[in-house]
């Protein structure tokens, strides 16, 4: 009971980056703060987050299975609402001097979005405005990208398409909503 109440659940509708931000209060704010610190659009961040987690922040890859049904060990170690990686997860803490971070805290996750897109527009030249791209470089991580590994997985290519789709939805959604969002707080609408 206690560990239900410690979680926070997903937003109802993922689809609607205005309700997701309605739901969530404190989650506009933090996106912002990233899309400030890093320059990343907030629609391309949140899409991100969408395919990698669907925003559940303890979000794990399923395991494989031995034998068809006995469940084996998790692909990799990713975790949480951006699905990084401990590895990478260990260098954007100290790049980004935010040693206390936590991959399952959505604040720390948007802006470790934010702080790895940046890394792939310095690295491999990815404009910050380019979704797909970025998704290929977050899914591949910066030297797959530059090698170009996702040329070979169609099935990956797809998926990139289908973030770059959501972004443009995000963005257009945000467009009619920003500023209401703006002008509320996190204290009472303040």
């Known amino acids: 009971m206690l560990v239900a109440a410690c979680t926070t659940s997903p937003p109802v509708n993922v ?74 997860w260990k260098e954007y803490k100290r790049s980004a001097g935010r040693y206390g971070a936590d991959r399952d805290d959505f604040s720390d996750a948007i802006d470790f979005i934010g702080w790895y897109n940046h890394q792939s527009n310095r690295r491999n030249g990815i404009s910050k405005q380019d979704s797909y791209g ?25 998926v990139a398409r289908k ?12 467009l009619g909503c920003e500023s209401s969002l703006k002008k509320k707080g996190w204290f009472f609408g303040w």
């Open 163 to 174: 973030v770059e789709q959501r972004a443009v939805n995000y963005r257009q959604q945000l």
């Open 134 to 158: 970025l998704y290929l470089a977050y899914h591949e991580g910066q030297g797959g990208y530059s090698r170009g590994t996702y040329r070979s997985k169609e099935w990956l290519r797809r």
């Open 15 to 88: 689809d609607n980056i205005c309700a997701i931000f309605e739901e969530k209060r404190g989650w506009y704010d933090d996106a912002a703060d990233a899309r400030k610190d890093w320059g990343s659009p907030i629609s391309v961040m949140m899409a991100i987050m969408h395919q990698e987690s669907r925003f559940v922040a303890k979000a794990r890859p399923p395991r494989k299975k031995i034998f068809g049904f006995i469940p084996g060990p998790r692909p990799s170690d990713a975790y949480g609402y951006s699905q990084a990686k401990k590895s990478t």
